[in-house]
């Protein structure tokens, strides 16, 4: 190595006293890398595909694909994303003909949005590969085991919750 470039430890984020390699820094790590993966993996295909669909993309079009009616309201408040950001990915995604609009008739200054066929199609491509993936990630892994991690992880979400 370098004299002039050595090997340097990243601190940011780290609680003071915290070694770098503590169990519980490597665990959430780990974590993260993995959800990492699966989103790069689960969207790159679609963004260089032909349509150029981004992972906010993929969340909101699966959002109006499990509840075909609901509104950019609805979609607010379950992701507790800012109103603005998604009213510019619901524009967009509009304009790219993936999502269609209906007037509320029992409150016309509500706008219903669902999936057009377009939409559905590129949500069950998304659906697909995750199931794909999901596959790949368990690989190895018998039913016992599977059951174990998901039960680990649901504890360390209660754990942060």
Known sequence: MSPIMRKSVDNVN????????????????????????????????LRDGPHDITHMDGKVLGFFGRRPGATQSDLVQHTGRDKAQLARLVKGLRERGLLQAQEDEADRR??????????????RTLQQQAARLRKQAVAGLDEAERAQLTALLQRVKTNLG
């Open 14 to 45: 780290q609680e003071a006293g915290t070694p770098v390699n503590a169990p519980e820094t490597d665990v959430l790590e780990l974590v993260h890398a993995v959800m990492h993966d699966y989103r790069s993996r689960q969207y790159r295909f």
């Open 110 to 123: 509500s706008v219903r949005l669902s999936l057009t066929d377009e939409g559905r199609a590129i949500q």
